[in-house]
Antibody, heavy 118, light 107 residues
Framework: EVQLQQSGPEVGRPGSSVKISCKAS????????MNWVKQSPGQGLEWIGWIDPEYGSTDYAEKFKKKATLTADTSSNTAYIQLSSLTSEDTATYFC???????????WGQGTLVTVSS | DIQMTQSPSFLSASVGDRVTINCKAS??????LDWYQQKHGEAPKLLIY???NLQTGIPSRFSGSGSGTDYTLTISSLQPEDVATYFCLQHSSRPRTFGGGTKLELK
């Protein structure tokens, strides 16, 4: 059974960084890319980017190129997103989601709430 | 970026009703359009991929259609458990972009 287990809620101060994890199980981690999606409170969904764990290659939406850094550790089958220079606009739930390089998001993590607060 | 305009934003319907939700792309997306259901406090769930392919385990009352720039999700007979927000997603070109969502409630 494919599962994506994300780390728990984070609170970050303005200007700081947070790092969220997404541990994959039930499939070969390097066979699929891992996407990250942002959902602001009461808002819709925004695609942040993906990482190909096999090669470490990444693709980011323009809006998130200076905000997010995607990494992956194949030894632990875990993908990460680091959000830097936090502002109130980064307060949101962040989801990881598995897909092909192009294609649908068949599996999602449960989401991680990031709250930016001083 | 391809803009996805989803309508309606809010929908109220009765159990047993036929419900349709629409997504219009700002350019041809060649049927690379998926539909997701998100219940309150949960992650989105894939319902339909590439316009009309039902994801494994999804009830057959859900169906998708469309081509070019216009796509539709249909629920043939609304059930109480279908109360949720529905999103479309285009993966024809990067960046992937979502529709704004349709919140479906029971009348």
């Amino acid at each position: 059974e494919v599962q994506l287990q994300q780390s728990g809620p984070e609170v970050g101060r303005p200007g700081s960084s947070v790092k969220i994890s997404c541990k994959a199980s039930g499939y070969t981690f390097t066979d699929y890319v891992m996407n990250w999606v942002k959902q602001s409170p009461g808002q819709g969904l925004e695609w942040i980017g993906w990482i190909d764990p096999e090669y470490g290659s990444t693709d980011y939406a323009e809006k998130f190129k200076k905000k997010a850094t995607l990494t992956a550790d194949t030894s632990s089958n875990t993908a990460y997103i680091q959000l830097s220079s936090l502002t109130s606009e980064d307060t949101a739930t962040y989801f990881c989601a598995r897909s092909g390089i192009t294609g649908w998001f068949a599996y999602w993590g449960q989401g991680t709430l990031v709250t930016v607060s001083s | 970026d391809i803009q996805m305009t989803q309508s309606p934003s809010f929908l109220s319907a009765s159990v047993g009703d036929r419900v349709t939700i629409n997504c219009k792309a700002s350019q041809n997306i060649n049927k690379y359009l998926d539909w997701y259901q998100q219940k309150h406090g949960e992650a989105p769930k894939l319902l339909i991929y590439n316009t009309n392919n039902l994801q494994t385990g999804i009830p057959s009352r859900f169906s998708g259609s469309g081509s070019g720039t216009d796509y539709t999700l249909t629920i043939s007979s609304l059930q109480p458990e279908d109360v949720a927000t529905y999103f479309c997603l285009q993966h024809s070109s990067r960046p992937r972009t979502f529709g704004g969502g349709t919140k479906l409630e029971l009348k």
